[in-house]
């Protein structure tokens, strides 16, 4: 006998199973749709389960998966590391502890402790911030630099990729500062790509640059990010020929 109720003879369709969240008083709309989506994210679920602090743990570990990007004993660097997911899945695949810590992470947000993770209170955009981190790091050179830094959104399409390509640009000065040889630049970007005028710059000091957007990067958003490989090292010279 069919479940009228259901329609679909006594099983439950996938948007049947869904959480709905009623509005609340005081509550935006948007509020409320951003709390059933976290709901019903499977990779919320699994962030909470595997004790991850956020769902963009995955995104990080999705990319690892898929690009090889880590590897016991590196020593990274996590520009915008709030609330920390990324910095903990490095310290996990580079065995970082913290009587030797190998990943230094930095952000204007407060974060709690992280085994074997050196976290700095800081804005990353202000002049003294990549001192800091380099002192953090006992001088010694990076293998991985990662931005999952992204400005506030203003709902401005062209504002908006403006704001982001400017913190990739420092974040990636910063890298061809810090990398070690062969080293990883990784940063998030929006719209689809970054500038012609970056994206060359980039492909002048790496050996390869690629863009992806990892199965928990959420399909509606814009969000993707650029990986760069094989730091060759930086053009003093300004010479803008490729190899």
Do not use: C
Not at 46 to 55: C, D, F, I, L, T
Not at 69 to 93: E, I, N
Request: avoid cysteine; hydrophobic fraction near 40%.
């Amino acid at each position: 006998m069919v479940d009228k109720a259901l329609g679909t003879g006594g099983r439950k369709s996938d948007k049947d199973l869904k959480i709905r969240v009623k509005s609340a008083k005081g509550r935006k709309v948007s509020s409320t749709k951003w709390l059933e989506r976290q709901l019903n994210d499977p990779y919320v679920a699994r962030a909470r389960a595997e004790g991850y602090r956020s769902r963009a743990a995955f995104k990080i570990k999705e990319m690892d998966e898929k690009h090889k990007l880590f590897r016991k004993g590196m020593r990274v660097v996590d520009l915008g590391a709030a609330p920390g997911g990324w910095s903990q899945v490095a310290a996990k695949a580079t065995g970082s502890t913290d009587a030797n810590p190998l990943i230094v992470g930095i952000d204007y947000l407060e974060m709690d402790p992280i085994p074997g993770v050196i976290l700095l209170k800081k804005d990353f955009t202000e002049d003294d911030a990549p001192a800091m981190l380099i002192e953090a790091m006992g001088g010694k050179k990076a293998d991985i630099v990662m931005s999952d830094m992204a400005w506030p959104t203003t709902g401005h399409r062209g504002t908006d990729h403006i704001r982001i390509i400017h913190l990739i640009e420092i974040a990636a000065d910063f890298a061809l500062d810090v990398l070690a040889p062969g080293g990883v630049f990784i940063a998030k970007v929006f719209q689809g790509g970054t500038e012609h005028e970056l994206l060359h710059m980039l492909k002048r000091h790496f050996k390869t640059t690629m863009h992806a957007k990892p199965p928990a990067s959420r399909s509606d958003s814009a969000e993707a990010y650029l990986i760069a490989k094989g730091f060759k090292g930086r053009d003093e010279d300004g010479d803008d020929a490729e190899v």
